[in-house]
């Protein structure tokens, strides 16, 4: 069983920069791939930025890429996602989720969820 813990959302303004956490309860978190998800109103959840288990893969949407990034410490049972340039598009609640090993696309193959954390750029 893993429970994540979603901290660091806010207001910004287009520009600007928030930094992400996800913490982690468990011993196995270092076994499980992290994804940070986004949700706008009235859209799907998708994923912006994945991490492997060890660190050593990462994925980004096109929308991020360049301006997000997403790292992990094992031993402090947290994955951070880095935002730079936020545009108002990036405007979401955003969501961090846990999986064994492998990063994946696809939401539902996700196991854990935190309970979400709402960015908000202004412009």
């Known amino acids: 069983q893993v429970q994540l813990v979603e901290s660091g959302g806010g207001l910004m303004q287009a520009g600007g920069s928030l930094r992400l956490s996800c913490a982690a309860s468990g011993r196995t978190f270092s076994s499980y791939a992290m994804g940070w998800f986004r949700q706008a109103p009235g859209k799907e959840r998708d994923l912006v930025a994945g991490i492997s288990w060890n660190g050593g893969s990462t994925y980004y949407a096109d929308s991020v890429k360049g301006r997000f990034t997403i790292s992990r410490s094992n031993a402090k049972n947290t994955v951070y996602l880095q935002m730079n340039s936020l545009k108002p598009a990036d405007t979401a609640v955003y969501y961090c989720?846990?999986?064994?090993?492998?990063?994946?696309?696809?939401?539902?193959?996700?196991?854990?969820w935190g309970q979400g954390t709402q960015v908000t750029v202004s412009s």
């Open positions: 989720a846990a999986r064994l090993h492998t990063i994946s696309l696809n939401r539902y193959e996700y196991n854990y």
